[in-house]
Nanobody
């Protein structure tokens, strides 16, 4: 059974940075189509960023463009989400997700495996 584990969440002040990591048990996230989603209390889960298995193409939600960066670490077989200039409205549980569709997709239905999430809280 595939398993995704996120880490790196925490409590930060507005303007600070965090890097989230996602590792896989049973597969290597660096060889899959991966994405980060987030869900704030009372809100729908929304896409944040994605990276394609082929070519390593990335895409971002408009709300995080220019502030967040998704990448792979081939040595450790993890995917990373560098979050800078954090704002209070970035506070949410962040989920790592895996798909196998050969592209960078921000569509939740394209992903079949999900982690348990890591909490990010940004205090203003």
């Amino acid at each position: 059974q595939l398993q995704l584990v996120e880490s790196g969440g925490g409590f930060v002040q507005t303007g600070e940075s965090l890097t989230l990591s996602c590792v896989g048990a049973g597969f290597k996230p660096s060889y899959a189509d991966m994405a980060w989603f987030r869900q704030a209390p009372g809100k729908e889960r929304e896409a944040v960023a994605c990276i394609s298995r082929i070519g390593g193409f990335t895409n971002y939600a408009d709300s995080v463009k220019g502030r967040f960066s998704m990448s792979r670490d081939s040595d450790t077989h993890t995917v990373l989400l560098l979050m800078t200039s954090l704002r209070a409205d970035d506070s949410a549980v962040y989920f790592c997700a895996k798909g196998f569709h050969g592209r960078c997709s921000l569509v939740e239905g394209d992903y079949t495996d999900w982690g348990q999430g890591t909490q990010v809280t940004v205090s203003s």
